[in-house]
């Protein structure tokens, strides 16, 4: 990728972005991150709901009790940077930060004497789940491994560490020759997939589950959520069970990488006939619309960079 990297104040160069072994993030998982989508627009790239992401980036730190010494505004900033420098191909913003190394070059959990250290870089993402999966539906499992609690996990800040449950996840979905993990929570219910939250239409009513099933909240979701009700669409936040997906209308996932994902089976159950349902399209085809900044009811979710 060329284009440059923004770490703690300053652009680098891919190839000079570096990070030291002893940092406490890279050996406890002690940091926290976003994903932004850069759309490609006539009128210049579109950094998605920076401003919303962003805000999400400094909630998640406060779990962790991480001083980000940087300010809103700072960092949606050096986000606008890393866009105007970014490589061509570019559409996918990761903002990280993670705690840093001890000054006495120290090993432990504690991480309270230690500074924050933060990065910006933008790369290629393209289409997350591929073009098959977009077109046709995604064939996912119901992964053997359950979602950590609320009693376990902060689970509504993104935090690095908690993604190694998905990794686990995802590589049983891989294995099974499927593309994705539904991931159920410690009662039974659906909680998202590895990194998207999930919802199902029956009986044209819109459904996914609550926070306290021990999701991410998810940005995408919430546009989905926003852009259902905009078009008249009932929706329902309620504990979901696997067995309620089977019989589903329509299933789809939603995250900033995946955008909108429509399921086309789980654990080799047909969803309806298995063709993507209207309800998924009609979402979808606002939702582009929105993020490529066309539909003037979500001009407040652009952030349009010149380049």
């Known amino acids: 990728m060329k284009g440059k990297i923004w770490m703690d104040g300053r652009l680098v160069n891919f190839e000079d972005a570096k990070v030291h072994v002893l940092a406490h993030g890279f050996h406890y998982g002690t940091g926290v991150f976003e994903g932004i989508r850069v759309y490609h627009t006539a009128q210049g790239r579109n950094i998605f709901r920076l401003r919303d992401h962003m805000v999400r980036f400094l909630n998640s730190a406060k779990v962790l009790q991480m001083k980000v010494p940087y300010s809103l505004d700072e960092l949606c900033e050096a986000c606008r940077e890393v866009v105007r420098e970014a490589d061509p191909k570019g559409d996918y913003l990761r903002p990280l930060a993670f705690y840093g190394v001890h000054p006495e070059y120290k090993i432990g959990l504690n991480p309270s004497k230690l500074g924050t250290n933060v990065s910006i870089m933008c790369t290629?993402?393209?289409?997350?789940?591929?073009?098959?999966?977009?077109?046709?539906?995604?064939?996912?499992?119901?992964?053997?491994?359950e979602k950590y609690s609320n009693h376990a996990a902060a689970l509504n800040a993104k935090v690095s560490g908690h993604y190694v449950n998905s990794v686990i996840a995802k590589l049983e979905a891989i294995q099974h020759g499927c593309d994705e993990a539904l991931m159920l929570n410690p009662n039974?219910?659906?909680?998202?997939?590895?990194?998207?939250?999930?919802?199902?239409?029956?009986?044209?009513?819109?459904?996914?589950?609550?926070?306290?099933a021990g999701i991410l909240e998810g940005i995408t979701r919430d546009c989905i959520m926003t852009i259902g009700r905009d078009l008249g669409i009932e929706v329902v936040e309620k504990d979901i069970t696997?067995?309620?997906?089977?019989?589903?209308?329509e299933v789809f996932m939603t995250g900033t990488a995946a955008e909108i994902s429509p399921i086309r089976s789980i654990d080799n159950r047909l969803i309806a006939e298995g063709n993507i349902g209207p309800v998924t399209k009609k979402l979808g085809v606002v939702f582009h619309k929105a993020a490529m900044g066309e539909d003037p009811r979500y001009e407040g979710w652009s952030d349009l960079v010149k380049v």
């Open 242 to 249: 696997r067995s309620e997906l089977y019989m589903a209308d």
């Open 124 to 145: 290629y993402m393209g289409v997350y789940m591929g073009k098959d999966q977009v077109e046709q539906g995604a064939n996912i499992i119901t992964s053997s491994w």
């Open 188 to 212: 039974g219910n659906v909680a998202e997939g590895t990194g998207e939250n999930v919802f199902m239409v029956k009986n044209g009513r819109l459904f996914t589950p609550p926070v306290s």
